[in-house]
């Protein structure tokens, strides 16, 4: 009866169970070499904005690399940030990967990139 209660237990843990891996990394993608100082009042948050990337894997084949995904995400952020007009720039550059799936039968891999467009108003 023990066992029987305790594999039903475990069935329903593993069944309910998730296969995905979430993880961010906030560190300082861009290598640029523009110093801007903030330290006045002289700027104002004007957009959030995102891109994201994904790729699936199949028996663990398939899909681009993690650096292309990146790249993907961040081209897709920076075209939305509109940097054309006016004194803007992205700060607060954050990138979040999830993995999920069924491994090794099914992954995918998703890059998020996402940031904060600030206007200099002086």
Same mark, same amino acid.
């Given at each position: ?9 475990? !069935?329903?843990?593993?069944?309910? *169970? ?10 300082? @993608?861009? @290598?640029?070499?523009? @110093?801007?100082?903030?330290? *006045? ?11 994201? *990337? ?8 398939? !899909? ?11 081209? %897709? ?18 990138? %979040? %990967?999830?993995?999920? !799936?069924?491994?090794? &039968? ?12 600030? %206007? &200099?108003?002086?």
């Amino acid at each position: 009866m023990k066992k029987s209660v305790f594999s039903l237990l475990t !069935g329903i843990v593993v069944f309910f *169970s998730s296969c995905g891996v979430n993880g961010a990394l906030v560190l300082n @993608q861009n @290598q640029n070499t523009t @110093q801007v100082h903030m330290s *006045s009042n002289n700027f104002k948050v004007v957009d959030k904005v995102s891109g994201t *990337s994904s790729v699936k894997y199949i028996c663990l084949i398939g !899909g681009l690399r993690k650096k292309q995904l990146y790249e993907n995400a961040y081209a %897709e952020m920076m075209n939305k940030a509109n940097l054309l007009n006016g004194s803007k720039a992205v700060v607060n550059v954050v990138t %979040e %990967e999830h993995v999920g !799936g069924v491994p090794p &039968f099914y992954l995918k891999r998703t890059i998020t990139v996402s940031a904060n467009v600030i %206007e &200099f108003t002086r």
